[in-house]
């Protein structure tokens, strides 16, 4: 199948009846822009999650990890930035009362329009100018563009008049700024050295839609990596390869990604550069991950309004310094979103169409079926045992209804690289039939050498 013909309904569609992914509440009707990952988008969203520690955190001697609080001091983000600058440009159509964002209203109407330089007049401008119609009521009667924060406010306390006003996070950077100086003492690591965190974010924005790519929370995968401030190229570049070079080894084309560089408009307060690493979705090129390079902008600021010194001292020339960081940030849900769309797949096997999630093997929700020919018991005692058995290395799936060829046909669409029949045979000669997803391709294999089979197969 080609990807330009992949259209984002159908993935939405797979997700809701394969059990990827569901409407958050929806027996009531439902809540915006809310989620919830069903029992196999749990199992791959985890997969790509521990993927990533391993290959960034574990399989590195200058990473350690953090898991930092969702709610901190309010201080921190007022520190941070984040509660003055923290903002998208929001635009109300009078008629219906729907709120959009306004950058992303002209986008979807005038693909093409470099909305990173325009001020929120010029949004304003641009929308009447261009007679930009409401999406959902088609009026042309809106409101003047204007700053909205993104910080979700909640209360802690239970007394009225007494409750503190705190936020969800909105980025997990700031925890791994404020707890630096811990980290350094605990660890003594020396520079250039990172610290990493997997973990949920919320953000109380307006969202165009297309399903899970913007929404009110979110995970993200991120590390702030500490450098002199003279080698900040060099590591800029580098870790931009290894960024590429993961997403390459999680199944991600070369040919669907893009770089895109900010405008100096576009920048965060913090940030002196900052690329998105974008992919090409049925609705555009979209941003999959994002680098910034954040100088020492944090740590200089949370030192100065904590009255703490985060400043770190030269080895070699006695000098405290602030070191400036790098910051690789990867939006886990947004992988798994893009995953499923670069790795979904039709095609016509003996006039009837296949279709096929094809994730890489050690990815997968299920990384192997066991398929019993049938219910009858003597299968039944052969093939629940040895399901049982690899389960205590490899996600197993087990399933015993239908017909052979509708069950290979569901693991298809779920994404199982390797399917184990247990047949009438298999009592005699003590082996199963293998069958590969990708090639359906099916070979005999004794029981006692499927272990070693699926090791060699299913491999980062």
């Not at 040919?255 to 940030?271: A, P, W």
């Not at 066991?370 to 045992?385: F, G, H, I, R, T």
């Not at 509708?406 to 994404?415: F, L, N, P, T, V």
Request: aromatic content about 12%; proline content about 4%; glycine content about 6%.
């Amino acid at each position: 199948m080609k990807k330009e013909d992949l259209k984002l309904e159908t993935i939405v569609a797979l997700c809701k009846n394969r059990g990827f992914i569901f409407p958050g509440s929806e027996i009531y009707g439902g809540l915006a822009n809310a989620w919830d990952y069903g029992p196999l988008g749990v199992l791959l969203k985890n997969n790509i999650r521990d993927a990533w520690w391993k290959r960034f955190v574990r399989g590195r001697g200058d990473m350690v990890g953090l898991d930092a609080a969702i709610l901190m001091n309010p201080k921190v983000w007022e520190a941070s930035g984040h509660v003055q600058n923290f903002n998208d440009p929001l635009i109300d159509c009078k008629s219906c009362k729907s709120r959009f964002r306004a950058d992303h209203l002209i986008e979807e109407a005038a693909p093409g329009t470099d909305v990173s330089t325009m001020s929120l007049e010029d949004m304003s401008t641009f929308i009447v100018e261009k007679k930009i119609a409401c999406p959902k009521c088609g009026e042309k009667n809106f409101t003047e563009a204007r700053k909205f924060n993104l910080l979700f406010e909640t209360a802690l306390g239970t007394v009225e008049g007494q409750k503190q006003t705190v936020y969800l996070r909105g980025e997990l950077a700031q925890g791994m700024f404020v707890d630096f100086k811990r980290v350094l003492d605990s660890t003594h690591m020396q520079l250039p050295f990172g610290i990493a965190q997997v973990g949920r974010v919320f953000r109380n924005e307006i969202t165009p839609g297309n399903f899970t790519y913007r929404t009110l929370e979110f995970d993200l995968m991120e590390f702030e990596y500490f450098i002199h401030p003279q080698d900040w190229e060099e590591k800029f570049e580098y870790w931009l390869t290894e960024m590429h070079s993961w997403l390459e080894s999680i199944g991600i084309s070369k040919e669907s990604l893009r770089v895109r560089e900010h405008g100096k408009e576009e920048l965060s307060h913090y940030s002196k550069k900052t690329v998105d690493i974008e992919y090409k979705t049925p609705f555009g090129w979209k941003e999959l991950c994002g680098f910034a390079y954040r100088t020492d902008f944090d740590l200089k600021n949370h030192s100065e309004k904590s009255g703490q010194d985060l400043r770190m001292t030269d080895p070699k020339t006695n000098e405290k310094f602030f070191p400036h960081v790098l910051e690789p940030t990867f939006g886990l849900t947004r992988h798994m979103l893009f995953l499923l769309l670069e790795c979904y797949d039709e095609e016509t096997v003996k006039d009837e169409k296949r279709l096929v999630m094809r994730f890489p093997a050690y990815l997968a929700p299920y990384q192997v079926a066991v398929l019993p020919l049938s219910k009858k018991a003597e299968l039944s005692a052969v093939a629940q045992p040895l399901a049982e058995a690899l389960r205590k290395k490899w996600s197993c799936d087990y399933d015993e209804t239908q017909s052979i060829g509708k069950r290979y046909r569901r693991q298809d669409e779920i994404g199982t690289p390797y399917c184990i029949t247990v047949d009438f045979e298999t009592l005699n000669d003590h082996a199963v039939t293998i069958r590969d997803r990708d090639s359906m391709q099916q070979e005999r294999i004794p029981i006692g050498k499927i272990e070693a089979y699926l090791a060699e197969k299913i491999t980062a």
